[in-house]
């Protein structure tokens, strides 16, 4: 078997499908809801990053798309495996062919006694997968594609901590896997081997066409995939796509372009300034225009908050808000002058940084 023949089929099916996937952790009769109803879909050969704080829940999200743990509730499909119901057969199946794992710990993906050669042909063994000279060859070409070649007989204490994570991800693809699993890879290296690292997967994510999933707390990930995805309180809450394009002068221009993410039955997450900004919170009114939705703050109660959005604040041609009820406050209360006050202080603070 070559390395090119470990390219994921073309196929319509997501290749990582969760869906309000839930995950509680009882201990001491102390509950934690690390997964609150998380959406996630990922196509194949697609490289994705999901960041988020520590504690937002990406450790669990991984453990459970790697097979190790169970969710409590919900939807995980991993390559046509559903992970909620798979018994004890197929787990172990899945974990030695389907799916390939890099963790953050190197002690954790490496045996210290062994070769990087011997590593990747171990993972090769335990799966009963390629013998004799196909397996040595298929080990030379892995170590060769993660720019390793030349550590195959150093054991991990002789290697880098970049290195290490390079034979690591040699290991995790030693069972030409149709989704490599990563958490935090980069969690214990400097800036520069990280981002080398981050490129190294980004060029297996496109020799190979592995379905890639990477959850860091690094925001700079974001600038080596094209899709991240945001992880808040154990949910999916925005994501930031990246695209070239060529303008007119012919110079390539990168584009971020950040969405919220919006579930199945029509709920999504406010961005914290957002939130501060207007003192949203309880309650909010919408209104449905004519290509958008208004948020307003709730302020039931309120003599001016039954004032409809002024026209001037519609976009041309749409109409007023499709029902009665839910109205925008005029723009002089007291709330909407400390948001026009916030947002000067912000491009005033914006100003003097670009001075600077
Ligand atoms: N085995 C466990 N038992 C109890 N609580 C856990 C367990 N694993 C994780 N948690 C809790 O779940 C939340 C999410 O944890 P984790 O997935 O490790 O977050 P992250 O990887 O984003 O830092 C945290 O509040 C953590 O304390
Ligand atoms: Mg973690």
């Given amino acids: ?99 390939g794992f890099v963790w953050q710990q190197t002690s954790r993906n490496l045996l210290p006694y062994l070769t990087s050669a011997e590593n990747v042909a171990l993972a090769m063994n335990v799966a009963g997968t390629l013998r004799g000279a196909p397996r040595a060859r298929r080990v030379e070409e892995l170590l060769e594609l993660l720019d390793v070649g030349e550590m195959r007989d150093r054991r991990p204490g002789e290697l880098s901590g970049g290195q290490q994570q390079r034979v690591a991800i040699a290991v995790a693809l030693a069972n030409s896997p149709q989704v490599l699993l990563a958490d935090e890879p980069t969690g214990e290296l400097d ?23 990477i959850v860091t707390h690094d925001p700079t990930v974001s600038g080596h995939v094209r899709r ?74 309120r003599a001016d908050a039954a004032t409809p959005p002024p026209p001037d604040q519609r976009p041309p041609g749409a109409p007023a808000a499709a029902r009665a009820e839910p109205a925008a406050p005029a723009p002089t209360s007291r709330r909407a002058r400390r948001a026009e006050e916030r947002a000067a202080e912000a491009s005033a603070a914006d100003a003097s940084e670009e001075e600077r």
């Fill in 1 to 99: 078997m070559t390395l090119t023949e470990t390219a994921a089929p073309a196929s319509t099916q997501p290749h990582i499908l969760c869906t309000d996937l839930v995950r509680i952790f009882s201990a001491d009769g102390v509950e934690v809801q690390a997964l609150q109803g998380l959406n996630l879909r990922v196509d194949p050969g697609e490289m994705v990053a999901v960041v988020g704080a520590s504690g937002s829940g990406k450790s669990t999200l991984l453990t459970i798309l790697s097979g190790l743990d169970t969710a409590t509730a919900g939807v995980a499909r991993v390559a046509g495996h559903d992970l909620l119901s798979m018994g004890g057969r197929e787990r172990v199946a899945y974990q030695r062919h389907t799916v």
């Fill in 191 to 213: 800036e520069s081997t990280s981002a080398a690292v981050l490129e190294a997967m980004r060029g297996v994510n496109a020799e190979l066409g592995v379905t890639t999933l």
């Fill in 228 to 301: 991240t995805v945001q992880i808040r309180d154990g949910r999916t809450s925005t994501e930031v796509l990246r695209s070239t394009r060529v303008d007119e002068h012919g110079e390539e221009q990168h584009i971020a372009e950040e969405f919220a993410v919006l579930d199945r039955v029509g709920r999504l997450q406010l961005p914290h300034d957002f939130m501060q900004s207007l003192e949203l919170r309880d309650r909010v009114r919408l209104a449905l225009e004519a290509d958008h939705v208004g948020v307003w703050p709730g302020d039931e109660g």
